[in-house]
């Protein structure tokens, strides 16, 4: 049962342009997020949280937006760089369930120049 | 500088062989993980270890062995029961729960084992 869903593989977008990559989730147990960036052959890197009790959390060019009664949230990167290229996974726990993150498949994302 | 070191970076085995991966952190953190990532798939928790000295099963255990005799060791043994083990692993580590609330989990760089 995949309780954390990036149902979009793959996505390209044009340099300058905004990404949106989204993610489902299933468990409403879950009360906190992540975005992970990783590059082929090395570890994922942590890029921003959000917490379930905010809708929005900003970082830079990194906007994290959750929707609890859709059980979705989505990242937004603005503008989007070539060196954005990569594969992004987002991932939930639950705080009672100390430590354990359930990550999405991942989505790749292709920033052409 | 602080981090999480995962050594080798490439491990071949060959079949019937027990394998055991290093995870070492100089971070500090009390917890330490370990993932299994394959090709199209999210990764995967193997085992986890909230202090020194103990441990839990994660998702996919099976085949799997691990340790935590000191803070900053958490190496993960592959031995010949898992029948698929050609994967990239990847060991993580947090500051904990509790007061901490959440935090995120920090990466290694990985190892990628293949059978010989």
């Known amino acids: 049962d995949q309780q954390v869903k990036q149902n979009s593989p793959s996505l390209s977008v044009q340099e300058g342009r905004i990404s949106i990559l989204n993610c489902d989730y299933t468990n409403s147990m879950f009360d906190y997020f992540l975005w992970y960036k990783k590059y082929p052959a090395e570890g994922p890197t942590f890029l921003i949280s959000i917490s379930s009790i905010k809708d929005k959390n900003e970082d830079g060019r990194f906007t994290v937006f959750l929707n609890k009664s859709a059980k979705h949230l989505s990242l937004h990167i603005v503008p989007s760089q070539p060196g954005d290229s990569a594969v992004y996974f987002c991932a939930a726990s639950q705080q009672s369930n100390t430590g354990k993150l359930i990550f999405g498949q991942g989505t790749t994302l292709q920033v052409k120049p | 500088d602080g981090g999480i070191t995962q050594s080798p970076k490439y491990l071949f085995r060959k079949e019937g062989q027990n394998v055991t991966l290093s995870c070492e952190q100089n971070?500090?953190?009390?917890?330490m993980y370990w993932y299994r990532q394959d090709p199209g798939q999210g990764l995967r928790l193997i085992y986890y270890s909230q202090i020194v000295n103990d441990f839990q099963k994660g998702d996919i255990a099976e085949g799997y062995s691990v340790s935590r005799e000191k803070k900053e060791s958490f190496p993960l043994t592959v031995t010949s029961a898992q029948k698929n083990p050609t994967a990239f692993y990847l060991c993580?580590?947090?500051?904990?729960?509790?007061?901490?609330?959440?935090?995120?989990?920090?990466f290694g760089d990985g190892t990628r084992l293949s059978i010989l």
């Open positions: 993580a580590s947090s500051p904990g729960q509790g007061i901490f609330g959440n935090q995120p989990q920090h």
């Open positions: 971070l500090n953190h009390d917890a």
